[in-house]
């Protein structure tokens, strides 16, 4: 990502800030228009809360774009526990589409190829983490012989 586009990012997502509970409601709202089946999983799940926790998330990657290799133990273990919510490979690609547009509904004429761009790599970047994480720590299946698989140790202890 070049600094041009961390810079979009920034700028864009400081116009998001002051509205991003109603952003995170249309976010929610637009997952799961765009897929049912993703409903379910947030079946126990205090929405409220969980908009903090998206918004909370998304700040953080935001302000660490500069340090992206910090963040990388944090979004891994993100992953992981994504998988034990029975978030697959798929639901990525879902929520993906769903944060965009949602950003473009709050950006306006804010939404500039350009800001597309830059929001895109920066969501690609954080999914691919998540999933690596995530299906580097799944358990292999009962019947294949995983022989060269080995657990590695704990990226948080790389820091
Ligand atoms: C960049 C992508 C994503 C970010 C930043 C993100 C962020 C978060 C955060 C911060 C939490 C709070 C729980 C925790 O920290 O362990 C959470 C929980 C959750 N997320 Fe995500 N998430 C992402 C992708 C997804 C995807 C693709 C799905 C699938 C639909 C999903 C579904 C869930 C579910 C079901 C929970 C658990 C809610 C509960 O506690 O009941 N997330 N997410």
Redesign the pocket.
Known sequence: MSPEQKALIRESWLKVAPMADAAARLFYDR?FEL?EA?RP??????LA??RR??I???TM?VQGLDHLEALVPT?A??GR??AQ????NA??E???AA?LWTLEQGLGSGWTPEVKVAWSGA?AL??DV?RTAASESASPPAHSAHREHHRRPSAGGLT
């Open positions: 997952l897929d993703t999983l947030f079946k126990t799940t205090d809360e969980q926790k998206l909370q998330a998304l990657v979004i273990d993100l526990r994504h919510f029975g978030v697959t639901h990525y879902t929520v993906g944060l969501y954080l999914a998540m």
